[in-house]
Nanobody
Framework: QLHLAESGGGTVQAGGSLRLSCQDS????????VGWFRQPPGKERQFVAD????????SYADSVKGRFTISRDNAKATVYLQMSSLKPEDTAVYYC????????????????WGQGTQVTVSS
């Protein structure tokens, strides 16, 4: 199982950067595809990015390509989301999630979720 906890959210001005972290305490982190989803105010939750168990394969939503970078450190059981050139429309609660699958999390509902962290981008 994964036991995920996000950190690093906050308020930033448009054009700024933030790095989110998500650490697993379940002990089997390296066996899972993990990624990030977000839920903007009044909207449904949406896929942001994910990374394969090895970190070699990554995928991104079109809306964040070129601005966000996902990475993982299996030794620290942590996945990161580096967000740059932030826009007001990036405002959302960001969730870390994972599943033990050999595929992207995009279009799927992961089995394990963190509690979420708020990111607010002011204009």
């Amino acid at each position: 199982q994964l036991h995920l906890a996000e950190s690093g959210g906050g308020t930033v001005q448009a054009g700024g950067s933030l790095r989110l972290s998500c650490q697993d305490s379940g002990g089997t982190f390296s066996r899972y595809t993990v990624g990030w989803f977000r839920q903007p105010p009044g909207k449904e939750r949406q896929f942001v990015a994910d990374t394969s168990w090895s970190g070699v394969s990554t995928s991104y939503a079109d809306s964040v390509k070129g601005r966000f970078t996902i990475s993982r450190d299996n030794a620290k059981a942590t996945v990161y989301l580096q967000m740059s050139s932030l826009k007001p429309e990036d405002t959302a609660v960001y969730y870390c999630a994972g599943s033990r699958i050999w595929a992207t999390l995009n279009g799927q509902t992961p089995d394990y979720w963190g509690q979420g962290t708020q990111v607010t981008v002011s204009s």
